[in-house]
């Protein structure tokens, strides 16, 4: 009887497996062309500057070729892309350090102070979620000028914070506002001040919404042009990963054996975070479906 | 030590009312229990007292103080939560002990009172584990121990048992009641179940709709209900009303209801000759009904004819569901009864206990 | 009592205000008061003229052009793209590593992304062999390679294409978390009425993920107006292939136009103030 029960489940599922063949050629086909741009990339910036020029990075693997280092040591050292690399680190950690502390104060307050129109208020905060940074630019970037802070590291990290708080007061606020009222008011009684509230009951029991903006910050400031473009002013020094590529393919549009290696190096991190740490970024897509 | 009181207090959400002039004096060491219907407005006076709330009119006192804007934590006040409200990220012993931390207070003045409330509340082989490893019970046993170990001056409780199953509910009932003795603290009482009113209770105050409808001991409420709402919310299963006419004649005083007559004891018959002739809502409590064949010694009234509906077997009585004429009576007899579905049978109506209300006012009538 | 609580809470929220009052909300408004000025010190009023000259140059009507294919492409391209694989992987079980994989892109900076495809779209003479994949499949296919980031006439599709590959992933799971919201009991109550998978799919899954799809519409008509990264690694935004914020950087740094660069600016502004509304309105449903 058992025997019959699992023999017939099997030439089920075997019917079943043959039916379903186009959904897996399809979803298979579909996540090998997305590999494909990727591959490429990875691949070439292995390989040696002429045979990058003159063939196909696929044929690097039915043809007898040489795999090289020497891509990543020319970028990073003779095209400065071991300091860039310092650069984005030093640019968005602080950066991303600052707009989630910042953030969660200010949400803290919107979720449990008692803020005449903190609702209007809020609801500005929403719609500037959206608005392009493309409208502060010039005059940003003239108030810079006249404080002479053009071309340096505060001069973004202020920027970058600011251009990141709609999100994070956003997020933050929302899942605070979530959090258990009976927990909060408990405290209160028992002779917690908002401070203590804040650090010792909502601060822990948010460790992962705040490790879910930390890491979406930190990668979109990371992969930011923009905002490191315009008030960086390019100088080399203080230019970050996506800076020097961009400047990298204007100056050497076809030197693919220095393009594929520079962007590569400017993808590891995110990869890794993204590998390590892909449930608290997904999170964070999630909550933030609406940002720009 | 301290005594509380509401005076002339009001509060409104926007347009809703949510309480409306709620005066209450509630005395020190007293055990008080706000009863009423869920959405009366119970937790809203509780949060009030507590500093959660802001009061829109009206002062709260705690001892002689006015507490009204004195934030919660400056209140000496400590409260149970339904939810319990235990905090996720910390162990018991860490729950217990937050509020002491919060005052400062010296680590080994602070473990052995942390100790002693977790053993009261016999959870002291607890205290390494985090709320998320308790059962319902031993949460709820945490937060009370966190509430005692503070020694509040007021000890309030919002529905605390109402997350328990039933045979703990009962068992947890009477471990509050001793707590109460053992702390001598006013205690401070909400819930829905009039049941937990009455059986732990010195005071009780029922509420409906935001306002207080009677304030007095369990067994006052039970005897006196001042109208129809307390009459019917007091006592399980509730009591019964019929409309009937009062009437007069020559063999004495009697009750016209709808398809049926029933009698009124001489010792109670000057209580409705006031209302001769006129419609009155009557209130009989379901023990008051008996079997014909198992009336109590020295009731002597004339049975009523009645159509049983239903039966109810508990064990250790029988409640029989009753037409008389075209009113619906609940009784609640003898468990010898005889008495099945369908049957036309006599019931004998105690109307020495009966309460008599105003049919326009619901108000009680008897003086 | 109440005031001083009230002042706490302020003080709370103040850091936050002085960002955003002095980073968005303040250059916000002034922007679109320089968009009536010209000149390197922005001291000439100028009325509209900024906005005249962006409506009638033949430069700029094309910008205006290529931010409306990106709009309309891009966004359904996606959208659909990203129901689709939502739908199919939801049937397999290595569900997590097909969407890991169409997710990746989503983490990379755009400018590696443009460095990327430009490798893709390499374009040598028909004589030599092709390095790059698009064009050496279209010549293994037959075809003569194309200079697909020059030539006019496809270079648009081509840099769309490549946002299509990098956003993908957010709609997909995004969509895919909604999918994972209707109880599979609808469902079920669907089939046992009798309803085929199509007739399940078309009647009760996208009336119910009607909201996600709007969510996940707006966010890439948002990002489509914005593209900036992309354009401007990969084109810089010639060969008829500019976009407003690349029009605007252009205008900032090439040509030194403040004035004409705030009125782009405005421009964008005005077309993201619907999709704006329409967030602000949802949140406060919610
Ligand atoms: N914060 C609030 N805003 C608006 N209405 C409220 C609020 N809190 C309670 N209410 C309303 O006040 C009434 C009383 O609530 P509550 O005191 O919680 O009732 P209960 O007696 O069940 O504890 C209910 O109708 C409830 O909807
Ligand atoms: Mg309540």
């Known amino acids: ?292 | 030590m301290a005594r509380v009181l509401f005076d002339h207090v009001t509060k409104r959400f926007g347009e809703f009312t949510a309480l409306r002039d709620f005066n209450l004096e509630i005395a020190d060491k007293e055990f008080l229990v706000l009863v009423g219907p869920s959405g009366c407005g119970k937790s809203t006076a509780l949060r009030m007292l507590a500093g959660l709330e802001d009061i829109t009119e009206g002062s709260i006192f705690i001892e002689e103080r006015r507490v009204n804007g004195v934030p919660a934590k400056d209140r000496d006040i400590a409260m149970v939560f339904q939810s319990y409200a235990l905090y996720p990220h910390m162990t018991v012993y860490d729950n217990i002990a937050f509020g002491l931390r919060l005052r400062r207070m010296p680590k080994d003045e602070m473990d052995p009172k942390v100790k002693e409330a977790a053993s009261i509340l016999g959870v002291d082989t607890l205290l390494d584990r985090k709320p998320g490893q308790l059962s319902g019970g031993q949460r709820q046993r945490v937060a009370v121990a966190r509430a005692i170990v503070r020694e509040p001056k007021v000890f309030l409780l919002d529905e605390p048992l109402s997350n328990l199953d039933a045979k703990l509910r009962v068992h947890t009932r009477a471990e509050i009641s001793k707590l109460h003795q053992r702390l001598g603290t006013t205690f401070v009482y909400v819930t829905h179940d009039q049941v937990e009113a009455m059986t732990m209770a010195d005071r009780i105050a029922v509420m409906n709709e935001g306002i207080i409808q009677q304030v007095g001991s369990p067994q006052k409420l039970y005897d006196e209900p001042v109208n129809v709402f307390v009459a019917g919310f007091i006592g399980s299963p509730s009591m019964n009303f019929f409309e009937a006419e009062v009437v007069e004649n020559g063999e004495g005083v009697r009750l016209e209801g709808e398809g049926f007559v029933v009698d009124v004891p001489d010792d109670r018959a000057d209580d409705v000759r006031g209302f001769l002739g006129r419609r009155m809502v009557f209130g009989v409590r379901p023990e008051n009904i008996h079997d014909k064949d198992y009336v109590p010694a020295g009731i002597t009234a004339a049975p009523t004819a009645v159509k049983v509906d239903v039966t109810e077997p508990m064990g250790n009585e029988v409640f029989l569901h009753l037409m008389a004429g075209d009113t619906k009576l609940l009784a609640r007899v003898d468990p010898r009864t005889a008495m099945r579905a369908g049957d036309r049978v006599e019931v004998v109506i105690d109307m020495e206990r009966m309460h008599i209300f105003d049919p326009e006012t619901k108000e009680s009538a008897l003086s | 009592m109440r005031t001083r609580l009230v002042t706490a809470a302020w003080l709370w929220v103040l850091p936050a205000f002085v960002l955003l009052g002095v980073f968005l909300v303040y250059p916000v408004v002034n922007t679109v008061y320089l968009s009536f000025f010209s000149g390197r010190d922005m001291s000439t009023f100028v009325g509209l003229d900024n906005y005249v000259y962006l409506v009638t140059h033949p430069e700029t009507i094309t910008v205006f052009r290529n931010n409306l294919l990106w709009l309309v492409l891009f966004t359904a391209t996606t959208v659909a793209l990203g129901l689709l694989l939502a739908v199919l992987s939801n049937q397999v079980r290595y569900e997590a590593l097909a969407k890991a994989i169409i997710f990746i892109p989503m983490a990379v900076s755009f400018t590696a992304a443009a460095v990327i495809w430009r490798f893709m779209y390499i374009f040598r003479p028909p004589q030599f062999e092709q390095t790059g994949v698009v064009n050496a499949a279209f010549t293994a296919l037959g075809f003569d390679p194309i200079p697909w980031i020059t030539n006019p006439s496809v270079n648009n599709y081509a840099l769309i294409a490549a946002g299509i590959w990098m956003w993908t992933g957010f709609a997909l799971v995004v969509i895919s978390a909604g999918l994972k919201g209707i109880s599979a009991e609808v469902l079920e109550a669907a089939r046992v009425d009798g309803a085929n998978e199509i007739q399940i799919f078309w009647h009760v899954i996208l009336p119910m993920l009607r909201s996600v799809l709007v969510v996940v519409a707006v966010t890439l008509i948002i990002n489509s107006l914005k593209v900036f990264d992309l354009v401007y690694v990969m084109t810089f935004g010639n060969f008829a292939t500019d976009v407003l914020a690349n029009r605007m950087f252009k205008e900032m740094f090439t040509f030194g136009n403040f004035g004409r660069a705030s009125a782009v600016a405005v421009v964008l502004l005005l077309a993201i103030v619907p999709m704006m509304l329409s967030n602000v309105r949802r949140f406060r449903r919610e």
Request: charge should be positive.
């Open chain 1, 1 to 292: 009887m058992a025997k019959q029960v699992i023999a017939l489940s099997k030439r089920e599922r075997l019917l079943r497996a043959v039916s379903r063949g186009p959904l897996h050629v399809a979803i298979i086909a579909i996540c090998l062309m997305w590999m494909v741009p990727s591959t490429g990339l990875f691949v070439s910036s292995f390989r040696p500057k002429d045979a990058i020029a003159t063939t196909g990075w696929w044929t690097a693997f039915s043809t007898a070729s040489e795999f090289t280092l020497a891509n990543y040591q020319q970028v990073l050292t003779a095209q400065g892309m071991a300091q860039s690399f310092m650069n984005s680190l030093i640019i968005a950690l602080p950066a991303t350090l600052l707009t989630v502390a910042v953030a969660a104060f200010a949400a803290y307050a919107f979720a449990w102070m008692d803020l005449p129109g903190g609702e209007i208020i809020f609801l500005v905060v929403v719609g500037l979620l959206v608005v392009p940074i493309q409208l502060t630019l010039i005059p940003v970037l003239r108030m810079f000028a006249s404080a002479g802070l053009t071309g340096t590291f505060p001069a973004v990290w202020l920027a970058h914070t600011a251009y990141g708080l709609p999100f994070a007061v956003f997020l933050l606020r929302n899942f605070f506002i979530a959090l258990p009222k009976d927990l909060l008011e408990s405290a209160f009684l028992e002779g917690a001040g908002h401070m203590r509230v804040f650090f010792r009951i909502v601060m822990p029991l948010s460790v992962p919404s705040l490790a879910a903006l930390f890491i979406f910050q930190f990668l979109w400031l990371w992969n930011d042009l923009l905002v490191a473009l315009v008030y960086l002013g390019g100088f080399r020094n203080v230019a970050p990963m996506t800076v020097t590529i961009s400047n990298l393919v204007s100056s050497f549009g076809s030197e693919w054996h220095l393009l594929t290696s520079a962007a590569f190096i400017s993808m590891m991190l995110p990869l890794v975070v993204f590998f390590a740490l892909q449930r608290y970024f997904v999170q964070g897509i999630l909550a933030g479906a609406v940002k720009g």
